[in-house]
């Protein structure tokens, strides 16, 4: 429909016939942007169709043509909610607010360690209106957001240990890789083995991401945070590999690099 013009101007008069019940056409010829011959020439064909009569002086929608227009404002809608679940386009989103915050208020948006929060009285490069009351660190309902929220996109280290087959945290100087990491000045670690399991186990430090560590990864990273990613000489192919196939989705390719820890 978006494609045919002639269409488009049919559809564009029948909704204004329906809802105006116009006596002359440059009642709404001069509304829609068409000349009154246009406009005249355009009804004329419509009245061979059947789309349109003239009842008492008043130009109307037949049946017809009002069983077009439904159908045809109904394609229309199913193609923009279409297009707008494909664009993520949302006129809510949710955040958590970083102050006191009262409903109608409108609040800068941010991201902080990777979650989105709402401030009262600080300027942002994404705003929006606050839809409720909220106390620091409570959920509020932000409508009508606009603009992107500043953001510094993450780094991912991939930090390479050895494998199994070479001796796994055998092979690994504790003490080396508790001042690797520590020089890393990373905000989540992810594990992808045994191996890097039993070193954190060694180093006393708990893993952000076990399970799904890769996708976990990921949205870190585009949310602003910094990753390392520990894997075993064996498991980093298949690291590189997923993370050069996310990057090719992405406008904003992940930025990484990858260090051996012997």
Do not use: W
Request: glycine share 8%.
């Amino acid at each position: 429909m978006l494609r045919d013009l002639k269409e488009t101007t049919k559809l564009l008069i029948l909704l204004e016939i329906v809802n105006v019940r116009p006596r002359a056409l440059q009642t709404i010829s001069s509304k829609l942007g068409i000349t009154v011959q246009g406009m005249s020439d355009y009804v004329r064909g419509m009245t061979e169709e059947e789309l349109v009569k003239k009842i008492s002086g008043e130009y109307r929608a037949t049946k017809k043509g009002v069983e077009l227009l439904e159908s045809r404002m109904f394609e229309l809608k199913e193609f923009v909610d279409s297009s707008i679940k494909q664009l993520e386009i949302i006129d809510v989103c949710g955040a958590i607010a970083g102050n006191d915050i009262r409903e109608g208020e409108e609040v800068g948006l941010f991201m902080e360690d990777g979650v989105l929060v709402a401030y009262s009285g600080r300027d942002s490069p994404s705003r929006g209106i606050a839809m409720n009351d909220s106390r620091k660190g409570e959920d509020v309902a932000v409508k009508d957001p606009s603009g992107m929220v500043s953001l510094r996109p993450g780094r991912i280290t991939v930090l390479q240990i050895p494998s199994l087959q070479d001796g796994g945290t055998h092979k690994v100087s504790i003490t080396d890789a508790r001042k690797v990491l520590k020089g890393l000045q990373y905000d989540r670690a992810a594990i992808m083995d045994v191996v890097s399991r039993a070193l954190l186990n060694a180093l006393d430090i708990k893993p952000d991401f076990d399970f799904a560590p890769l996708p976990s990864s990921f949205e870190a990273a585009q949310k602003g945070m910094d990753v390392v990613i520990i894997a075993s000489g064996e498991t980093v192919p298949v690291v590189i590999s997923e993370l050069e196939a996310e990057n090719r989705r992405l406008e904003d390719p992940i930025q990484y690099e990858v260090k051996t820890l012997a």
